[in-house]
C-alpha cells in the first residue's frame, strides 16, 4: 500500500511569511509524528497525535509553530513569522500505534526560509 | 532525558570489509531501537528494529544487537559496498513513544 507522503516536497518562503506542510500517513494509522532535521543532525522530535489529538507537544520550539490532525488522519504543521533558523527538513512518521509499534517515515519536506 | 550519541561521526573503509557502528543511549526505558540508512538530500530508510525484549535483529548483510542494560547497541555490516555508502542513524523509542535519534555516522565505502 501507499507509504507516508508529504507535500510540498520543497517550500522557499520569505522571513516573516506563513507556512503549511501537509503530512499523509498511512491508512489506518492512529499514531502521526512530525521531527525536524537540520543540517548534519539527526531527526529532532515536535509533536506527536493520537487520533486527532496532540499526545505531546513538547517538542515544539515556540507558539509560531501549531499542528493539527482534524480527523484523525491528514496533519498539517504551521508555522507563523517564519526565520531563517527554521530552515530545515521537516519530516512526518506514522505508525498502527504509539509505544512499540515501528514508525514509518515519508520523504520530508524541505524548507528554506530567505 | 534521552541522549543518544554514534560513534564513529565519520568513517571511510575499502570495499569488501566488514564494520561496526556503534550507538549508545542514556535511558535504558525503552520500547525499541531503530536503525535507519539516510542518503543525501533523501528522507530515512528503516533498516532494522529492535524490540526491547530482544536481542538481535539480522537482515541480509546487516546485524543489529541490543544490550538494553548497558545502552548500547551496534550495526555489523558484513561485505560492505560501495552502495551502502550512506548516513546511518540510531533512534530509540522511549515511554513517550517518541523517537530520539543520533546525529548519525557518516559512512564511505570506496572502490
Known amino acids: 500500500g501507499a507509504g507516508v507522503s508529504q507535500t510540498p516536497s520543497n517550500k522557499v518562503t520569505e522571513k516573516g511569511k506563513y507556512v503549511e506542510l501537509r503530512c499523509d500517513p498511512i491508512s489506518g494509522h492512529t499514531a502521526l509524528y512530525w521531527y525536524r532535521q537540520s543540517l548534519g543532525q539527526g531527526p529532532e522530535f515536535l509533536i506527536y497525535?493520537?487520533?486527532?489529538?496532540?499526545?505531546?507537544d513538547s517538542g515544539l520550539p515556540n507558539d509560531r509553530f501549531f499542528a493539527v490532525r482534524p480527523e484523525g488522519s491528514v496533519s498539517t504543521l504551521k508555522i507563523q513569522r517564519t526565520e531563517r533558523g527554521d530552515s530545515a527538513v521537516y519530516l512526518c512518521a506514522s505508525s498502527p500505534g504509539g509505544g512499540a509499534y515501528e514508525q514509518y517515515f515519508g520523504p520530508g519536506t524541505r524548507l528554506t526560509v530567505t | 532525558k534521552q541522549e543518544v550519541t554514534q560513534i564513529p561521526a565519520a568513517l571511510s573503509v575499502p570495499e569488501g570489509e566488514n564494520l561496526v557502528l556503534n550507538c549508545s543511549f542514556t535511558d535504558s526505558a525503552i520500547y525499541n531501537l531503530q536503525w535507519f540508512r539516510q542518503d543525501p538530500g533523501k528522507g530515512l530508510t528503516s533498516l532494522l528494529l529492535?524490540?526491547?525484549?530482544?536481542r538481535e535483529q539480522t537482515s541480509g548483510r546487516l546485524n543489529a544487537s541490543l544490550d538494553k542494560s548497558s545502552g548500547r547497541s551496534t550495526l555489523y555490516i558484513a561485505a560492505s559496498q560501495p552502495g551502502d555508502s550512506a548516513t546511518y542513524l540510531c533512534?530509540?523509542?522511549?515511554?513517550?513513544?517518541?523517537?530520539?535519534f543520533g546525529t548519525g555516522t557518516r559512512l564511505q565505502v570506496t572502490l
Open positions: 533512534a530509540v523509542t522511549g515511554t513517550a513513544s517518541k523517537l530520539t
Open positions: 529492535i524490540q526491547s525484549s530482544q
Open positions: 497525535f493520537q487520533g486527532t489529538g496532540a499526545a505531546d
